[in-house]
């Protein structure tokens, strides 16, 4: 049994999986000391780039499957490949945006969903960067627009729903809205 304060877990079991997740079911004590079953998401953790160019920041324009067209961070999955997370930051903004080099900031890392999956989306703030061409990456993407926004319109963005992606809003506001008591 392993123990995850104030859940326990008695058993796993392997619902589904594909190359993108895998859908688990748990055998678990609630917290309330009742036996259950947890189902839960494992999926590869992802990056988000606030990518700023001058006073502009880089947002992505695309149309996902599921929910259709947004606008949103650069960013993706971290791959096996990668040596860490800042270099699958680093590997999707030059991808997507043709953007590199400069100086990186991490902000952490936010749980999206955590009542479906412990995937986290690490979060970081690139400046000062280099322009170059897309390298190109998945041809899902083939649809991607690279918009280049004034700051003040990426925070309206974030609040107002064209930034349709939480952890891209999230970092958004965080790397553009001064923070109380902070001057700069």
Not at 58 to 77: A, D, F, M, N
Not at 101 to 115: E, F, K, Y
Request: charged content about 25%; hydrophobic content about 40%.
């Amino acid at each position: 049994m392993q123990r995850r304060e104030p859940w326990t877990r008695r058993s796993r079991d392997v619902l589904c999986r594909t190359p993108r997740l895998s859908v688990w079911r748990d055998e678990v004590l609630r917290p309330d000391g009742q036996a259950d079953t947890y189902d839960w998401v494992g999926a590869p953790d992802l990056v988000r780039v606030a990518a700023f160019a001058g006073d502009d920041l880089l947002l992505i324009e695309q149309c996902h499957y599921l929910v259709g067209t947004t606008w949103q961070l650069p960013g993706g999955s971290v791959d096996p490949a990668d040596a860490d997370h800042r270099a699958a930051a680093e590997r999707e903004l030059c991808e997507e945006t043709g953007f590199h080099g400069g100086r990186w900031t991490s902000h952490g890392s936010l749980h999206p969903l955590p009542g479906l999956s412990p995937l986290r989306v690490h979060l970081w703030v690139a400046r000062e960067l280099i322009p170059g061409p897309p390298t190109g990456g998945d041809p899902g993407e083939a649809d991607l627009r690279l918009r280049r926004v004034p700051s003040a319109e990426a925070a309206l963005a974030a609040r107002d729903g064209r930034i349709g992606c939480a952890a891209s809003a999230a970092l958004v506001l965080a790397s553009v809205t001064p923070i109380a008591g902070r001057c700069g």
